[in-house]
């Protein structure tokens, strides 16, 4: 596969062979065909290409999207859009995705799978800041008086941008995904780095790796969510809102 290459050095298990195993018998076979172009598109990028979603993370999110019958959600870095298609395809014909990513051009690869999967109509691309545009839907929400209790709009979110700012993203989404709703962090365990040695790690992934230590320490006492951190790619964390 074209990108199985990006995925074994992306990933957290680090033998070829337990890979192609896994891909070849599990992922690959139920991965629709769109999501395959995307992925095949996306090992092209010319500078981004590990930062798509890992095909067996991407297997489990549409298994849990299934499982609670999501709806409405958020999605927070799209990039060229498989972790969005995927979404996408599972969700019902009149669910929605507010999908949030400074890079049109990136988002712009996939678009024209999505409009060939007939899905663009799920979909609200916001070219912005996420945290600004969060802010927006919160105000939205303010100022048509939903009382607290009513707030979260949201059945799911996917976080898999800025991760400096996690802890931020995770505030805002405990006020718009309601209880009950998921909420997936994607790379929680950057690159398996958490188990090096510092002077081991690469000088460029020292700052993002810093900031995923803390959120995750944070994630871990938050009483607000019940939390799962699984080890596909390069590390997702699933939390549950009480």
């Known amino acids: 596969m074209a990108s199985l290459s990006n995925s074994i050095s992306k990933g957290l298990l680090h033998s070829p062979e337990l890979y192609e195993y896994m891909f070849e018998t ?6 629709p065909e769109l999501l395959k172009v995307i992925r ?6 010319p500078s981004w290409c590990l930062m798509e979603t890992a095909p067996e993370a991407g297997q489990l999110i549409a298994l849990l999207l299934k499982l609670t019958n999501v709806k409405k959600t958020i999605e927070i870095g799209v990039f060229t859009g498989y972790s969005l298609v995927l979404t996408a395809l599972k969700i019902p014909d009149d669910g929605k995705i507010i999908a949030i990513d400074l890079d049109r051009d990136a988002y712009e690869m996939g678009l024209p ?3 060939k999967a007939n899905i663009e109509h799920k979909i609200n691309f916001i070219q912005s800041s996420a945290l600004s545009s969060l802010d927006e839907i919160l105000n939205e929400i303010s100022k048509s008086k939903v009382t607290n209790d009513n707030r979260g709009r949201f059945d799911f979110a996917f976080i898999d941008a800025d991760k400096v700012i996690y802890q931020k993203y995770h505030e805002r989404m405990l006020e718009l995904v309601k209880v009950g709703g998921i909420i997936v962090y994607d790379n929680t365990l950057w690159f398996g780095t958490f188990a090096m040695q510092e002077e081991c790690v690469k000088e460029t992934m020292k700052p993002n790796r810093q900031h995923i230590i803390e959120f995750n320490k944070f994630l871990a006492a938050d009483t607000r969510v019940q939390i799962s951190e699984v080890p596909m790619g ?9």
Do not use: F, Q
């Not at 599990?26 to 991965?31: C, D, K, L, N, W």
């Not at 095949?40 to 990028?45: A, F, Q, R, V």
């Open 40 to 45: 095949l598109i996306t090992s092209n990028h």
């Open 234 to 242: 390069d590390g997702i964390t699933i939390c549950w809102g009480l």
């Open 113 to 115: 799978i999505i409009k």
């Open 26 to 31: 599990v992922v690959y076979p139920r991965e």
